[in-house]
């Protein structure tokens, strides 16, 4: 990228700023959190992972032209992912294994099988297919062919992470949703957010558990345990 030059012209934007920081914050309070030098490794590789996306992205889709490609792109190859794990969950047979590498038989947790296609471990298999859900279904808005790509990726995306059974995609794609359906009242945002409040004292002082249990609730839906690091 740098030997071709294909950085120059780059401009430090907002969003790039809120970005770093989350990189920051990401490596301080996750190491802290449970401090040992496995932790700061671990964390320091997702930090890692997330800078290089972050930049390859900035520089080489910089316009609405490369941006639509991308998401046609994205669509194409996610189509024939969800129906993959569609036929996995209905017959509970891994056709991919026939290539190696991956087990015929999808891994069940709570009475629920988690497909899996190409990848082993749930929350990766899940949570591939929850990113490409925000930027598919925000091209569902638009019109002409961009529309038809991100109605049929979103759809797919969806499918794909339900089938996958893991309860942290799944609260994401629904925060993504939430997200588009106050799109409408954007400009009045400051009376949401304190309906919200109000809801979470309401529910703090009927519930007999803490209000953050409700997240347990998803299991129920994809048949994964909700992780510390969620709560």
């Given at each position: 990228?740098?030997?071709?030059?294909?950085?120059?012209?780059?401009?430090f934007?907002?969003?790039?700023?809120?970005?770093?920081?989350?990189?920051?914050?990401?490596?301080?309070?996750?190491?802290?959190?449970?401090?040992?030098?496995?932790?700061?490794?671990?964390?320091?590789?997702?930090?890692?992972?997330?800078?290089?996306?972050?930049?390859?992205?900035?520089?080489?889709?910089?316009?609405?032209?490369e941006?639509?490609?991308v998401?046609?792109f994205?669509?194409?190859?996610?189509?024939?992912?969800?129906?993959?794990?569609?036929?996995?969950?209905?017959?509970?047979?891994?056709?991919?294994?026939?290539l190696?590498?991956?087990?015929?038989?999808?891994?069940v947790?709570?009475?629920?099988?988690?497909?899996?296609?190409?990848?082993?471990?749930?929350?990766?298999?899940?949570?591939?297919?929850?990113?490409?859900?925000?930027?598919?279904?925000?091209?569902?808005?638009?019109g002409?062919?961009?529309?038809?790509?991100?109605?049929?990726?979103?759809?797919?995306?969806?499918?794909?992470?339900?089938?996958?059974?893991?309860?942290?995609?799944?609260l994401?794609?629904?925060?993504?949703?939430?997200?588009?359906?106050?799109?409408?009242?954007?400009?009045?945002?400051?009376?949401?957010?304190?309906?919200?409040?109000l809801a979470?004292?309401?529910?703090?002082?009927?519930?007999?558990?803490?209000?953050?249990?409700?997240?347990?609730?998803?299991?129920?839906?994809?048949?994964?345990?909700?992780?510390?690091?969620?709560?």
């Amino acid at each position: 990228m740098w030997a071709k030059k294909e950085s120059g012209g780059l401009t430090f934007t907002t969003l790039d700023k809120l970005f770093f920081w989350w990189v920051l914050t990401t490596l301080v309070a996750g190491t802290l959190a449970k401090f040992s030098v496995s932790r700061f490794i671990n964390r320091g590789g997702i930090v890692f992972d997330a800078v290089g996306a972050y930049l390859l992205f900035r520089c080489w889709v910089r316009d609405s032209e490369e941006l639509i490609r991308v998401v046609r792109f994205l669509a194409v190859i996610i189509v024939p992912l969800a129906i993959a794990m569609i036929v996995e969950k209905m017959t509970g047979r891994n056709y991919f294994s026939l290539l190696g590498g991956v087990a015929e038989g999808g891994e069940v947790r709570d009475g629920t099988l988690r497909c899996q296609v190409r990848l082993r471990i749930p929350s990766w298999r899940a949570h591939t297919r929850q990113r490409c859900f925000p930027c598919l279904s925000a091209c569902g808005f638009f019109g002409g062919p961009i529309r038809r790509f991100g109605i049929i990726g979103g759809v797919s995306a969806v499918i794909a992470t339900v089938a996958s059974g893991s309860s942290g995609a799944v609260l994401a794609v629904m925060s993504v949703a939430a997200g588009f359906s106050l799109w409408s009242i954007r400009n009045h945002m400051r009376y949401f957010r304190w309906a919200l409040v109000l809801a979470l004292v309401a529910l703090a002082l009927v519930m007999k558990a803490p209000i953050w249990f409700l997240l347990a609730r998803i299991s129920e839906v994809s048949g994964a345990q909700v992780g510390t690091d969620l709560i």
